[in-house]
């Protein structure tokens, strides 16, 4: 059966300055919204107290930070996903931070500990001096294991950025396109290129992607990139214009090829690659509002944690913040 997940172009990810006490009660509600349309009130409920739990957290322990709120997967397979980030000063024994009752502030020491024990998938990433990454997610759970941020510019509202997957079996399809420029036309040309490819996912990249730049013709048009992977190992992978890939693993990255042009403007014929890929090895996609000098070869860490945590933490280190932003990780 063939599993979609829903990308931002079409049900945004929201993103949350946590930066006074105000914005706390803002982020319960948006993530009670949120949840209301795929849940039942009960899980909806344990939703809007982790997301209390964890924008306190980010003003108690960090000074502040970014709560981020999606929704992922379809009707079968819905799950909302929280993603807590901060550069605050991290903490040297998270065990003991999870447990009931621990607090350094005087607290009833509840934040963290009531997230894990509220969502049904939860991981953590910290390190002092290092700040702190936390992904709750509500649902049925997803395949493949992937994840994703993708969030517009500072001061726009919608993201000229897209991105969406889909699998079936051992097989995923994932696309990403850049829509030039920021704001509404920006974010309209990536629209259209990610409805090209929702409506024939499993053609090879290489049509993908002329087919994306053909439904492009008539917006401002865009950069794109294109990857299927086989459970064999297989990579089949096409791009053009600034959407980077790499297979990374601890001790390897290889850059996948993209060409120059614009989809919609300038679109050539796209040549399409094959690679091989070996276990433990993460596809990295990103937009150009990440630098392409990130790579969690930095810290050998993060290959031990959710891509999820992984996408969260080249956005906050590597994200160049004048830009919309989008990074895929799937593993």
Known sequence: MEAAVRSPGYLAQLRYE???SSKVGEV???AQNRASFEFDAQTAGRVAIAATELANNLLTHAGGGELLIQTLGDEQTATLELLAIDRGPGMKDVERCLA???STTGTPGTGLGAVRRLADEFDIYTAPGDGTIVMARFGRGLEPHFGAVSVPMPGEIDCGD???LVSNGGSTAIIMVDGL???TFAAQAARAGIASFTASPWLSPQEIMQRAG???ARTRGGAGACAQLDSDGAVSYAGLGNISGALVSRDKSQGLVSHSGILG????RVQQFEYQRTPGTLLIMHSDG?????SPMERPQLFAHHPAIIAAALYRDFGRGHDDASVVVVA
């Open 18 to 20: 946590i930066d006074d």
């Open 162 to 164: 897209a991105w969406h």
């Open 290 to 294: 990440v630098s392409a000098r990130g």
């Open 28 to 30: 319960r509600r948006a």
């Open 100 to 102: 009931d009752g621990f």
């Open 265 to 268: 403007v300038q679109t050539p």
């Open 181 to 183: 420029g920021h704001g």
């Open 214 to 216: 053909t439904a492009m």
